[in-house]
């Protein structure tokens, strides 16, 4: 097996209310670390990860996609150009490449770019034909029966035609989905939130997704108004970090617009941002 190869992939850029992004942290405090615009939205990246290592290849979730009406992207926000199958193929990489695509977790802006819907039969297709797909069982059962807060962030039409056409697939605890590939299970943000830590040359590298979304969240009491489960949330971030600053763990950052990765360090006041990378400067 040749040597591991990562690359960062740019779905889409969108916006977000910095209130439901910081939860009970006042705006004076979290303002000075992301910055929001007059309608206090702040910018948001799907920045996913692309694993090579040289017999598969893994993508990490898929942004939001495009099969939905106008109305909808309306209150997503949507700027710029960045898009899913574009950041793939500037470095040569075709959806029919693509052998695995793992899911975090199943919130729209995770999930939805894996299949297209045609807009005259009203049929899905799959984005990555030749693809496996990964999601957590808790997460998936959860999903089907969402309870009335988190009810508008699914949409099954999201991952059933996958089930049905036998491509959906279960991980069922916490542990090795391939080589290299580790996968932790927390339950704050939602329930079976799947978060891969590569190992990557002599580097740990953690795809944060949901769990720790942006550089300021890394501070424990910094917890998104959308985890479902706040002081679950905490305990996680508390134990992980510990972890984390022990094994010397780069975090991945998927929706944080300004920064790709970093690094942590300890202080007096606990684990804070190290160093700012990208994931070039780790080759």
Sequence with gaps: MREMKLYAIRAED?????????GVVPKTIWEKFYIADDRNLCNFSNRC???????????IDTGMGHKRDDKFYQFKYLFG???LLKSLSVIGCAPEDITDVL????????????????????EYS????????WVSRAQYNWAMNPNIREAAAYYAENWEPLREAGKLHFIEKAGELYPGIFIHIFNGHTQ???????SYKEEKIVFAADFIPLTPHIPVPYIAAFD????????????????AANQGVILFFEHDFYTE??????????????????LTELI
């Design 14 to 22: 969108f916006m977000l209310d910095g209130g439901g992004t910081f």
């Design 49 to 59: 990860l692309l694993v090579d290592n040289g017999e598969k290849k893994i993508l």
């Design 81 to 83: 150009d960045n898009d």
């Design 103 to 122: 899911f975090t977790h199943l919130h729209d802006d995770h999930c939805g770019g894996a299949l297209r819907k045609d807009k005259e039969s009203g």
């Design 126 to 133: 799959q984005v990555f034909p030749n693809a496996k797909h």
């Design 192 to 198: 079976g939130q799947a978060i891969p830590e590569i």
């Design 228 to 243: 479902i489960q706040p002081l679950i949330a905490l305990e996680e971030k508390a134990k992980f970090l510990d972890y």
């Design 261 to 278: 990765c970093c690094t942590l360090q300890r202080t007096e006041k606990g684990v804070r941002l190290g160093q700012i990378l990208t």
